[in-house]
Structure formats: structure tokens, C-alpha cells
């Protein structure tokens, strides 16, 4: 079960051709325009940079055509995979990132000069790390029925939280990011100041804390909104990290946008906020009590062909979970289809810490250190099933959709589970129903400072 774990690279190869085919067409097109008596032996090699260009009458053009093929046939934007020479500007040492002249006729068995400015994820040198060549691949909503009508149980592709894509991070050595950590953040809401981008006018916020000048809020705020900033990415909690997820809503003409309605909570997203608490023995009793409100969407839908639901713990099997224990049996996926339609969620759970080298997922499967680091794939970016352990019991104490604002109060409450307890929140939303509104709770319990973790869109 490990191919949907994989984000696929959307037509990459061919995004990059056509960089270096417009570059190639700028240059000549200034003199003239191709036809078709132009396409020789060698149709790719001369489409992309002619060899040697057939130009119109009169001495202009023949003359700028002259010049250029002494300097170079194009300027090319790519991955370079010549040696460098410091005595020749049209070498460049391999990398990706080069802006450059030369020869730039991609074609199989080309020479270096010939298939520099190419990203083809084939040439590689030593101490190149990012296999990826510098390219951001982005995983998009799988949303074609192909006139089919299917339960959802049979395409659970459609379940993946694509709504994480805000927490992606690029499997390389760099660790870059475009995103943060969790939409979880604390907020001061429309008691804090808002910084602006210059030259943008986002939304206000339109909550208050509900106990001091901050709650921890699960939502992000409009685009230009900085007032808040991830420590750890340095990225602001703003719908700019999810300005790949998506584009829904709107049409050419259509006259009303996409459906980002932000400042608000993306569609599709499993985001969790979490506290330890130390217990001095197995029988030792749990006071939690914290305040929260929720403004969250309770649509859903019904119809047969896109009906979708969600997974429960990991995205890892669609069935029974297969861990011993007291959740072996229980459904890992929470389907739509005969069962009801899942709607988004604010939910709070007891349970225990999962042991970050020693863990089970949802399918059966034993994670220790070994391909990667710890058994738990990211330490920051978690599935559920990776924050509570599946092998110990876990009691869901609030489970809670649509407008509530109250308190919640769980005394003297003996779990029987082991020592430490994890508390954790977390809210799950399903698809369609992105940036809707928004989600907002304060929490006052015992232990250490909370942590934040997603279920995110990962390659694995």
C-alpha cells in the first residue's frame, strides 16, 4: 500500500520542453516565422534551435540571423550538464538554476553542450541531492468519475487529505517549504493588529479569542494577512500556502472567483493539535477542560458518483484496522456510501503517545528506524495513527460539527491506558467545501506546551 504515498509529478518533462521551446522561438521568431518546408531530417532538433535558418529576402534579416549563430543559437533556462570551463561563458558547472548561451539541441546522444538547458532527471552528478532538479511536484484533487458510478469504498483516492497540501514540504536535503507546520496556530483574531503585504487589502478577522489575547485556531488567514508567522518555516498563516490546492469554484467568465473564501479552513484537511500529560500511575484520574467554538460547514453530499468519505487513523487500507489490540476490527475508512455522509468535524481524543521508533499503522505494518531515521516518517507532518498509539486504546471525548460555541469538562477520568496521555484535538474536514468558515478553540489543561502535527501530503 505504499503507492498512494507517492505525489505524482504533474507533466514536468513537458513543462520544462516548453520553457526551452518558447526561449528558442523568441529568438527567432524576430525574423521570421516558421513554415513547413522548414521541418528537415531532424524536425525536433530544428523546431527546438535551427541549425541553420532559412531567413526571408532582404540583408536585415539575413544579417541579425548571421549574428546570432555566432553567438549562440538560444538562451536557454535549465539543468546544466556540461563541465565548466572559466575561459567559455557557455559552460556552466551541473546544477539546476542556469540561465545561459549555447548550443541547446536536445536530442538523444546529444553532447553536454547540446542537452544543457534540459530538465530530465537523467543526468546527475556527484553531490546533486535533489533528485527532483529544483521542480515543486504538486498532487491535485483527483476528481473524474469517467462516467462511473462507484462506492466510494472502490476510489478512495478521492479520500486523500489534499487539503494538507498547505503542510508539504520537498523530500530533499534542503528541507524548503512553502508551507507551515499546521494550520493550528495561536491567533489574536480580530483583537490583533493586522499586518499587511503592501499593496493588498485581505479580509479582517472576525472572531475573538474566547479567554485572553489568543486562542489556538485552526484556519489560515487571507492572502497579504502576515500577522502571523510559522517559527519554524517562516511562512505566514495565510491562504498563500494553499494556492496550489485546487481550482474549484470559478470558470472563465464565470464571474465568481474560486472557492478560497478566505480568511477560513481548506477543504479536505486532517490537522491535529496536541498535548502530553504525565501521569504519576496507571489509576491516576484527568481534569480537562478548555473552551472552543466551531463555525464549520455541515453540507455534504449524497449523490452516488462523488460521494466521498474520509480515513480514520492513516490512508494506508481501506478496511478493518489490522493492529492487535483494542482497535483491531475497527474501520480505518468512514465511508459515505450506505452509511451516512461525514461532515466536518472538530473532535478530541485521550490516548497514548506513540513511540516515534516503534509504531504501527492502520494496515499492520511495523515502523522501527531503518529507511528513514525514526519509524514515524516526520516528526512535524503526522498521521493520526502516528500521534496515538494503535495498539493502546483511544477514547474520543467531543465530537462536534457545525455553530458551537460552549465549554468543555471531563473530571476525575481514569483511562486505564499507561503513562504519559496524550490530549489531542483535531479537526477533519471533507472536500468542496474550501476556506467555508472558521474554527476556533482556547484549551487550558496540565502538562507541557502543545505540539501541532498534520497528516500530510508526503512522498514515502
Known sequence: MEGHRRIRIRSIPGLAAALALTAATCHWSSARAQGPGDVGSDPVERR????????????????GLARAALIGDSIWIGHSIQTQNPLDHTTFSYG???????????????????????????????????????????????????????????????AVDIGNQGNYVLNS??????????????????????????????????????????????????????????????NPYN?????????????????????????????QMDQMLYRDVEMTSPSASLDLTF????????????TASTRTGWFQFDPTVVGPVAVAGPNAGIANYVPNTAIGQPADSFMVYLGVPVDIDDLYLADGSHHVPGPTPHGVYDLKRRWFSE??????????????????????????????????????????????????????????????????????????
Not at 472572531?207 to 502576515?226: I, T
Request: hydrophobic share 30%; proline share 8%; glycine share 14%.
Open 239 to 267: 491562504a498563500t500556502v494553499m494556492e496550489f490546492n485546487g481550482e474549484n469554484g470559478g470558470g472563465a467568465g464565470s464571474g465568481v472567483g474560486t472557492s478560497k473564501s478566505f480568511p477560513g479552513y481548506p477543504s
Open 173 to 234: 536535503n534542503n528541507g524548503s517549504t512553502r508551507g507551515v507546520l499546521s494550520y493550528w496556530h495561536v491567533d489574536g483574531g480580530s483583537v490583533a493588529t493586522q499586518v499587511r503585504i503592501p499593496g493588498t487589502n485581505p479580509l479582517p478577522m472576525t472572531w475573538a479569542p474566547l479567554d485572553g489575547n489568543g486562542s489556538a485556531w485552526c484556519g489560515l488567514r487571507a492572502h497579504g494577512d502576515m500577522t502571523y508567522v510559522d517559527p519554524v518555516t517562516g
Open 387 to 460: 500521534v496515538l498509539r494503535l495498539d493502546m486504546p483511544i477514547v474520543e471525548v467531543l465530537h462536534v460539527s457545525g455553530n458551537v460555541n460552549t465549554s468543555f469538562t471531563l473530571t476525575a477520568r481514569t483511562c486505564r491506558l499507561s503513562t504519559p496521555r496524550r490530549a489531542g484535538q483535531r479537526t477533519s474536514t471533507c472536500g468542496w467545501c474550501s476556506g467555508a468558515r472558521p474554527t476556533a478553540t482556547s484549551t487550558t489543561s496540565p502538562g507541557a506546551p502543545p505540539g501541532s502535527s498534520t497528516r500530510a501530503a508526503r512522498a514515502r
Open 291 to 302: 473552551l472552543y467554538q466551531t463555525a464549520m460547514s455541515t453540507s455534504a453530499t449524497s
Open 48 to 63: 527546438v534551435s535551427p541549425a541553420r535558418p532559412h531567413g526571408h529576402r532582404g540583408g536585415a534579416s539575413r544579417a
Open 96 to 158: 539546476p538554476y542556469h540561465v545561459g548561451v549555447g548550443l541547446n539541441r536536445p536530442k538523444a546522444g546529444g553532447s553536454a553542450a547540446e542537452n544543457s538547458g534540459l530538465w530530465d532527471w537523467d543526468h546527475m552528478a556527484p553531490g546533486e541531492a535533489d533528485s527532483l532538479q529544483g521542480w515543486w511536484p504538486m498532487r491535485r484533487v483527483y476528481s473524474i468519475t469517467g462516467g462511473l458510478t462507484l462506492a466510494d469504498t472502490d476510489r478512495p483516492w478521492w
